[in-house]
């Protein structure tokens, strides 16, 4: 039964998850129903194939079970809200852990400049967060809708009744009859892309992107002095704001990649190009941004440099920056080749 095992998964990837087992098992009940009403001198394998095409595209079908329409397409609807609320919730607690430790470092700032100020910037974060992941679905169902095309397939946010005459957008050539062949296999549970690593991941990128973007200050040397703190900035935070615009191609181009992955589910070639392409796009940004050598405050490390008379701890902060690009670097390779190799191997 490998072609309606085929059927099933064509049709319920493109529904939430939730509905994906109920509705793939009466998927398979209609179809078995159906072959056993054709000439039973065929061999079992051929009557499915026969109740699959007469049944239809999965585009249709999995459009037919849907009952919403959605600000992001069916197909895409549940990976994007559950990316949102993962992106929504980093960015709100990013953004807090920030504001509270911003209290060290401010100076003559009342308690309603910092309610008003912490307001304002979640405020502008989540609105910001929500346009952004909603642009990163709405292209890669862009992305998805040209492929389709090219290779004559539907797409499927047109109507049904569109997809059903055989006629695109724009009165474009009709589509290709639908043949079980043209379905892709089920994907081997080796081939499959960890969820949960990538949703780490975005907590982590979203984390990281909040405190950097809002609260760069924090990021600091506290030391006790009397009954309070002495803040020493790690960043010199007028450089480091000039590059607010690269930080945020460089956030945007990593969580991108594993929306990419969690939409997907499974390696492919094209998931492997693709990551390979944000994740360059990352690295040169960052490697652009820390090469700077007035990103960092001068103050921090003289600190340091007159702890003890050696200066040997200043010279290994120094000496960081530099571990942390070869670090960037040497996980940008290995990510890439194993995204290469599982790409090429499960691909179909």
Known sequence: MESLNRYVYAVTKRLPENQREEIGKEIRSIVLDMAEGYDPKHSEEERIVHAIEELGRPEILAENYMDKRYLVGPAYFSNYLMVLQIVLACVFVGLSIGFLLSIFTAENRTILDFVTGYLGSIFSALMQVFAYVTLIFYFIEKNEDRMAYKEGKP????????????????????????????????????????????????????????????????????IQE??????????????????????????????????????????????????FLLSTISIVLFYFIIRDPNLFNEGFFTYFDNLEATGILGTILRRAREVILYLALFGYLVENITGFYKGIKYGD
């Open 155 to 222: 797409i499927a946010r047109y109507s049904l009744d569109t997809i059903a005459a055989g006629v695109g957008e724009k009165g474009k050539p009709d589509w290709k009859p639908f043949r079980v062949s043209s379905l892709e296999k089920v994907p081997k549970d080796e081939s499959k892309i960890s969820r949960t690593e990538s949703i780490v991941s975005i907590f982590f990128i979203t984390l990281f992107a909040g405190i950097i973007l809002f609260f760069p200050e924090v990021i600091a040397a506290y």
């Open 226 to 275: 009397g009954d309070g703190f002495r803040v020493i900035p790690v960043f010199n935070l007028d450089v480091l704001r000039g590059y607010r615009l690269l930080f945020i191609v460089m956030f945007a181009a990593d969580i991108l990649k594993e929306t990419v992955k969690m939409v997907y589910r499974r390696w492919n070639l094209k998931v492997a190009i693709g990551g």
